[in-house]
């Protein structure tokens, strides 16, 4: 296991799913859409598309039995790190997931910070080189990275993958890419990170 825990406020002080919820709404409450620039208002759009998202997520799912086992199996504290932005779509269609899987046991402690506010951070974890959101890098209680996921499911990424090798615009593979998410409703999501934690376990019986 690799030793890539940052034990500094930054990460230790993170936000919790609440209080990320809580800076998402005022943000998106607050904004004053006359003073903004092209982009910071399709960002706007966009960080009140994801609240829709996530508030429809918080409200509809419930952990599969094989997911709440696997968590269930975790008897000593672990730190989840994720790496995010509430402007990012695909932030909104997993991060829910994840934080309520995270809340399934106490030994959990889940925390939020921003990438853009925290860049040498996230280019410690980065995806095929790019600074890929949301990402989840997973401690344990010594500082000792246990795994990491993001920023899509595997089928997710091969889709968007896909897309773009056919020559689709953005606005296209992203239209794709969130009827897959309604879809599939977090079960891949589920699968992997039940993997991971098997995997994870395998690994400390074996040391």
């Known amino acids: 296991m690799e ?3 940052y034990p500094d406020k930054r990460v230790l002080d993170g936000m ?6 809580e800076m998402t709404r005022g943000e998106s409450a607050n904004l ?4 903004l620039s092209t982009e910071e208002k399709e960002r706007a759009e966009i960080k009140k598309l ?3 998202r996530m508030t429809r997520i918080d409200k509809s799912y419930e952990p599969g039995i ?6 269930d199996k975790i008897t000593e504290d672990q730190f989840w790190m994720v790496i995010t932005e509430n402007w990012c779509g695909d932030s909104a269609q997993n991060l829910p997931y994840i934080a309520k899987i995270a809340s399934l046991n106490e030994n959990i402690d889940l925390r939020i910070i921003l990438r853009d506010s925290n860049p040498d951070i996230m280019d410690h974890y980065l995806t095929n080189d790019t600074r890929s959101i949301p990402k989840l890098v997973v401690f344990d209680e010594d ?3 246990l795994f990491r ?5 595997e089928s997710a990424q091969r889709l968007v993958t896909d897309l773009k090798a056919q020559g689709f ?7 794709k890419l969130h009827s897959w998410y309604a879809r599939n409703r977090g079960t891949d999501l589920e699968k992997e990170i039940i993997t991971l934690l098997k995997n994870t376990s395998l690994i400390k019986k074996s040391i």
Do not use: H, M, S
């Open 143 to 145: 500082g000792n990275e």
């Open 16 to 21: 919790t799913y609440v209080q990320y919820l």
């Open 50 to 52: 994801n609240i829709q």
């Open 169 to 175: 615009d953005k606005k296209y593979f992203l239209e």
């Open 66 to 71: 094989d997911i709440r086992d696997e968590v």
């Open 149 to 153: 996921w993001g920023a899509r499911p």
């Open 3 to 5: 030793q890539k825990f």
């Open 32 to 35: 004053n859409i006359d003073n």
